[in-house]
């Protein structure tokens, strides 16, 4: 309008338009508001992932943080406005989809056992565990990471970055698993594909072992160990770990720090925002809290 009518008032042209100058003016005022609130709010985004060593946390997971924070000031912002300000910023996550190479082998001869985790509920931390194997990209060639989570918790319990996909690699996964345990008293089953890995006799003499029960998803079905499958997306597209990584010193690292963030600051919607040590500790407060009642109790003296 100025440029059709650089002659003309102020008050002209918001009689053209049919609008007040006070109306005008609470206009201006709400777009500067709101590029100052956007601006606050990327900041902020910009923080929380460098707190929780994350630069691909996404926007459902940074909600809760972000309005914790504008709480503090009276302040709320919904998830399509946090998208609208993080695609303005460039601060979205871009997804990455690449050719990956195959990981499980069942075309073995071992036993295969059923799945016992089909419809099953679960209650509690350990009990029951998620096992898998993806692979990293390390100095132009693949290395693959074993994994066990806590099902309940969703906590690694056990890793390990191996040079092939012999046992060994997730045996050493195993092992570290079974040494990271809070609650070993407790009827425990391990639940993965059917992998050679998952098959061999030394893997599965390690589960016996322990006293471990065995549990396996069918031939051909994935979405029968999902969840192990999903720890191993996030690892990837939210701490670096689908990248190239140019030496294997390097990948070590990167692995333990991402285990490590992922376990200890990582927020999951499916934990009411809580991290899984958060749970798995929380499982273990209460078993102890009911350990000390019923000690307290039996040591009280009875009156004669």
Not at 7 to 19: M, N
Not at 23 to 29: G, H, L, S, T, V
Not at 62 to 91: A, K, S
Request: aromatic share 8%; hydrophobic share 35%.
């Amino acid at each position: 309008m100025r440029v059709l009518y650089p002659d003309r008032g102020l008050a002209y042209l918001c009689q053209l338009l049919g609008k007040s100058r006070q109306a005008y003016y609470q206009n201006r005022q709400s777009q500067h508001s709101d590029l100052a609130f956007g601006k606050v709010v990327a900041e902020l985004v910009i923080d929380i992932r460098k707190y929780v060593d994350n630069d691909r946390l996404g926007a459902r997971k940074l909600l809760p943080l972000v309005n914790e924070q504008l709480q503090l000031d009276g302040l709320c912002i919904g998830r399509d406005q946090l998208l609208d300000i993080m695609d303005t910023y460039g601060l979205k996550v871009r997804q990455r989809r690449r050719r990956s190479p195959r990981t499980t082998d069942n075309t073995h001869g071992f036993y295969r056992y059923p799945n016992l985790l089909k419809n099953k509920g679960l209650t509690h931390a350990e009990q029951a565990w998620v096992s898998d194997i993806t692979y990293l990209r390390v100095k132009g060639r693949f290395m693959y990471l074993s994994l066990i989570t806590d099902a309940w918790s969703r906590k690694i319990m056990g890793f390990h970055l191996h040079g092939d996909l012999s046992v060994e690699g997730s045996v050493k996964a195993l092992l570290m698993a079974i040494s990271n345990r809070q609650y070993p008293n407790r009827r425990l089953i391990h639940h993965s594909d059917q992998g050679v890995q998952y098959c061999a006799h030394s893997y599965i003499t390690l589960l016996k072992s322990d006293g471990i029960t065995i549990s396996m998803a069918s031939k051909g079905s994935p979405h029968e160990n999902a969840l192990a499958e999903r720890i191993n997306g996030i690892l990837k597209q939210e701490y670096g770990l689908g990248k190239p990584i140019d030496s294997e010193e390097r990948a070590r690292q990167m692995v333990e720090m991402a285990v490590l963030s992922y376990n200890t600051k990582r927020p999951h919607h499916s934990l009411q925002g809580q991290t899984p040590q958060q749970v798995h500790c929380a499982d273990k407060w209460e078993q102890d809290y009911k350990q000390n009642l019923t000690s307290q109790s039996s040591n009280t003296k009875q009156p004669v």
